[in-house]
């Protein structure tokens, strides 16, 4: 059995001065594994926060070459986690071995990509603009901007996916990237997973020279707040529940320096089903949308949970398939008994609708999550009924059928901020439904035609976010290169001699960057 | 006498069915001027916002080249204001004909930059992953991402400068190009002048062939509340005081959907005055620091507020020179009486703090501000005294003498956020205090050698802004090409057929853009 101490990861160092109230729980069977974990105490809370701004300084300065040595070393002690890690993951959220065995690989793929973005330095965003002492009527000075990071950071991390969303997760990588120091908040869910990756971050700063509270992580419940009212927190990367990320930006907002919340919420990914592709390949597409709809236990973000259609006899033909498909699933076992319930309370919220019709799924009673149809009357979504608009986290989706373009643009239109939506269309569907584009465009992060939203490419292209609720500022994606920016401000130094400059806006480009100067895009030095 | 008919801006037309109650006043007499407008009601404030929502589908999607043309028509319509719009601004403001003359040149060069922003493209950020089908273990699918506007944005114009940063200043610039839609809330230190250049935004909309609503403009006392609350309102853009910017910032965080505010507010702008320059030049920089202090009657966002310097002989003989120059300004007349009231008690309270000492300056009275210069005890910024971190708009700067370089470090470490940071130093002197740099980029968002402040270049290096207080996200930048990223957020297309792509996105790359095309920028078109 792998060493967990469930002590706090405070500037390099463990520490334990509360009480070790928290227990580890198996997901599948409940029982208590033999893991505890310490409630941090206020002091610590301190001491992480302010480890994490005592290495501001020198993590953000260190050169671009040996930041991104560190990202790769995290990697690498990633992968070299082994199968007792594995088993140990699974045990905490009843993932199945090889969901995580790929989770693990992403979460590494993620940190040396992230590497690369840091040695290619785009990030850095070098504008120049040299003096021009003859400008009539004024001279211009020389001005030259880049990018620095923002300072601590602190991350939340995720139940659904305690590789690639926790500990060493996107917000992580990013941050880290940035030149931000992390103070995580391990998630409740799977503690000894954060615990052994912590342990993975804190060997590859170590081995990589990097300052000691570079990375920090603490335990415990309620403790939060505390972390986001910390002066020295700059900003805060969260992924979770509407609930939990509105209550975070409250705190952040009112703190005497508020701090932006970068917080990824609730989406129920509209899929619209369009004429032509119904009546040419139903039946796939049911089939297709159960198997999104289901995986995972439904446990994605990006999860289905909406359905919609124009009435019609190949919809009523797709929809018995549907049913079918849903009504047959196996139960499955969610990440937590905290989640379980939230399902039940959503499937309980559904079947009590007046406006609801539950088509499939076994009733939702036991120790697993059932699959469930349900169908709702268009005019629910459009008077603005909440219940539609809130994501059911689970194995769940609702089908709307509407009468006709007008009100297909009306349903859409009623719609809140989602991270994405999908459209299921034949060639000649996508012509006469081109109009959707830019609507939807206005909705979400990412528009997807012919595929399912669950699945989210880790690469340059990629926008996990979303107008509110779907996230806290449409402005950031949580996931892929772009992330990056959510943790950088930018800096000008005017009329600097050379030798003052930071190296990313010397005359020499000693960084071999490719920067802005004079309003053309160039790798060369400035003579 | 140019026919100002002080009605709202609305959907490209004129409305006021509230009360003509605002009369413009002369700045310098007090008088009342022959100009009366119109308070809106709530209908009008929702009109507006609905107006900018209506435009924001259409104008967002207009061509990059037609949305640069409309600029430029905002451009030529500003430098076709002729004399008589001159001096009705310097009636209003009581600034000299040559500054707002001037000012006018900045404001449409502003529009005209970013009319090349628009044409050149880059701000569309464009990015594009295609597709592997044969990667192993899972094929990626193609991914494309740009940037499209937020949405209407919300705009509260400054006092201090009614053109470069008010109707058609730099945050309606940088939304314009956007492809947001404005709705201004109009100052109302320069109503008259706000008329004039809302017409000239409409007549450009006019005859670029704009949609109706993409600019708006409303006139009244309170009416900013309605407008930030609206639920079309996506962003906002303020430049004024902290309590103002605050009380916006919380307005928009209250919201049901909260929206980003990117309020510049407060800075005192330090300037660091390095022995060596002391020795070689006291002369020559206190009479350059006191130009800079008095400058504009001192009512600029980067006024230096804070001189801080090693006490020295040289420091006591500098102090000496700088007490006779601000001691001999003539007194000058503010932009408007409530400034003058606020510089009144600003000096008031740094006259009746037991630890500052006045220095030089007339009485304050009358109705003109006389220019001062205090002397503060260092313990008041080290212990965090809130009365040395706050601006006094207005043409006073207050000196601080520390015992040495350690002292120096802790009272920069003690100030706030800040607009710029000054560090005036012989090549001796900067090499010496190298390490002053990393701690200033930690605090402000522009640094100077050996220059003064006030005075900031529309370019696309530039910064202005910076970590709270000086605005309320130092992830943004008022002034520069930079600007438009507030107002800009990223969606992603996945899998689409190349005709309903967008046509940044197409593989011809028929707009000509620079893209990051799997990893590597180019401007090929995708075969």
């Known amino acids: 059995m792998p060493i967990v101490l469930g002590q706090h990861f405070i500037g390099g160092g463990r520490s334990g001065f509360g009480q070790p109230l928290h227990k580890s729980i198996d997901a599948t069977t409940g029982e208590v594994l033999p893991y505890s974990f310490y409630q941090a105490i206020d002091a610590e809370i301190n001491a992480a926060a302010q480890a994490a701004k005592a290495a501001f300084c020198e993590f953000r300065q260190i050169s671009t070459v040996r930041r991104a040595e560190f990202l790769d070393a995290i990697a690498d002690e990633l992968d070299q986690l082994g199968d007792d890690f594995v088993a140990i993951v699974c045990q905490e959220t009843a993932l199945p071995i090889a969901r995580i065995q790929g989770e693990r690989a992403r979460t590494s793929g993620q940190m040396r990509l992230f590497a690369k973005v840091v040695r290619y330095g785009d990030f850095l965003g070098v504008r120049i603009d040299q003096s021009l002492p003859d400008r009539k009527p004024m001279p211009r000075v020389d001005l030259r901007q880049y990018r620095i990071g923002i300072g601590p950071v602190a991350v939340f991390g995720a139940s659904n ?11 992580t990588a990013a941050a880290l990237a940035a030149g931000c120091p992390v103070v995580l908040k391990a998630h409740s869910g799977h503690m000894a997973t954060a615990d052994m990756v912590g342990c993975a971050i804190v060997r590859a700063a170590e081995r990589s020279g990097m300052p000691k509270g570079v990375f920090n992580m603490i335990f415990g419940s309620g403790v939060g707040e505390g972390l986001v009212k910390h002066p020295a927190i700059q900003a805060v990367g969260f992924t979770g529940s509407l609930a939990g990320g509105t209550a975070l930006c409250k705190i952040a907002s009112e703190r005497p320096q508020p701090i932006p919340v970068f917080a990824e919420m609730s989406s129920i990914n509209p899929v619209v089903l369009l004429p032509g592709a119904l009546a040419a390949r139903g039946v796939t597409i049911a089939r297709e949308l159960a198997a999104s709809v289901v995986m995972g236990a439904g446990q994605f973000c990006t999860n289905p949970g909406l359905v919609i259609g124009i009435r019609s006899v190949e919809l009523d033909a797709f929809t018995d398939i549907l049913k079918e498909h849903l009504g047959a699933q196996a139960p499955q076992t969610m990440l937590n008994s905290g989640g379980l319930r939230s399902y039940r309370q959503g ?34 979504l459009l008077n603005g009924d909440l219940l539609l608009q809130e994501e059911v986290f689970g194995p769940t989706t609702l089908l709307i059928e509407v009468a006709d373009d007008t009100e297909l643009e009306g349903a859409l239109r009623a719609l809140r901020g989602q991270l994405t939506a999908t459209l299921i269309g034949e060639p000649t569907d996508l012509k006469r439904y081109q109009w959707l584009v830019p609507l939807l465009e206005e909705k979400v992060g990412r528009i997807l035609v012919n595929g399912y939203p669950t699945g989210v490419e880790v690469c340059d292209a990629m926008v996990h976010g979303g107008p509110y609720p779907a996230t806290s500022d449409a402005r950031g994606t949580s996931v892929g290169t772009l992330a990056i920016d959510r943790f950088l401000r930018p800096v000008c130094h005017q009329n600097f001699p050379d030798a003052l400059l930071p190296k990313a806006l010397q005359n020499a480009n000693p960084l071999g960057l490719k920067r802005l100067v004079n309003g053309i895009w160039t790798s060369d030095p400035i003579f």
């Open 347 to 380: 499937v309980e919220h559904l079947l009590s609708h007046p406006g609801v019709t539950h088509l499939a799924g076994k009733t939702q009673e036991g120790k697993q999550a059932e699959a469930q149809l349900f169908k709702a009357d268009v005019s629910l």
């Open 161 to 171: 996916f305690p590789l690639a969303f926790s500990t060493a997760g996107g917000d």
